[in-house]
T-cell receptor
Framework: DAGITQSPRHKVTETGTPVTLRCHQT?????MYWYRQDPGHGLRLIHY???????DKGEVSDGYSVSRSKTEDFLLTLESATSSQTSVYFC???????????????FGPGTRLTVT | GENVEQHPSTLSVQEGDSAVIKCTYS??????FPWYKQELGKGPQLIID?????GEKKDQRIAVTLNKTAKHFSLHITETQPEDSAVYFC?????????????FGSGTQLTVLP
């Protein structure tokens, strides 16, 4: 999984509670992404980061926030979890995004989150 | 935004036969098209990709073709083996905002029957 770890790997939580998922990389890649995977929808981008303290919204960002205080760590927070946020969450990393540099995205092992 | 459609959603083939998965995209600004293989309980793994300045790319038993005019691209797996059984995702990538963003198809469950 290209030097990417996610924690926790599984979590069950109750509606209304805050949840934070962590992505840690050892590749020193600039770009980091959070996706959710749901049946019939493939993977959808939640938020991404293009550097320390630099983040932006993706396709399905409502109800989620992110933070990146170090190159290696990217946190996804559900401020008040809802049942619709039950999903599998994947982190991805990329070295670059522009020009001819390498910009393949590599994915972590995922976190399965259940909101009851 | 970009929209990627993938077909078929399920595909069963006999071991040794070929498998073809097709995708279409909508945004002509997309210029990079990766394919991912996902095994049960694991994250997607990049298996092959193609850039918009190339029409075809091969890597052993796997090949990808791209038709920019028609906005479609396909994954071809020859001489399929049981270990090829997995979910396959296509994606289209373009610069959006401050990064390169991927839009995924909904996936194809490939089953290779022994």
């Amino acid at each position: 999984d290209a030097g990417i770890t996610q924690s926790p790997r599984h979590k069950v939580t109750e509606t209304g509670t805050p949840v934070t998922l962590r992505c840690h990389q050892t590749e020193n890649h600039r770009y980091m992404y959070w996706y959710r995977q749901d049946p019939g929808h493939g993977l959808r981008l939640i938020h991404y980061s293009y550097g320390v303290k630099d983040t932006d919204k993706g396709e399905v960002s409502d109800g989620y926030s992110v933070s990146r205080s170090k190159t290696e760590d990217f946190l996804l927070t559900l401020e008040s979890a809802t049942s619709s946020q039950t999903s599998v969450y994947f982190c991805a990393i990329s070295e670059s995004a522009l020009g001819l540099a390498e910009y393949e995205q590599y994915f972590g092992p995922g976190t399965r989150l259940t909101v009851t | 935004g970009e929209n990627v459609e993938q077909h078929p959603s399920t595909l069963s083939v006999q071991e040794g036969d070929s498998a073809v998965i097709k995708c279409t995209y909508s945004d002509s600004a997309s210029n990079y098209f990766p394919w991912y293989k996902q095994e049960l309980g694991k994250g997607p793994q990049l298996i092959i990709d193609i850039r918009s300045n190339v029409g075809e790319k091969k890597d052993q038993r796997i090949a990808v073709t791209l038709n920019k005019t028609a906005k479609h691209f396909s994954l071809h797996i020859t001489e399929t083996q049981p270990e090829d059984s997995a979910v396959y995702f296509c994606a289209a990538s373009r610069i959006s905002g401050s990064a390169r963003q991927l839009t995924f198809g909904s996936g194809t469950q490939l089953t290779v029957l022994p």
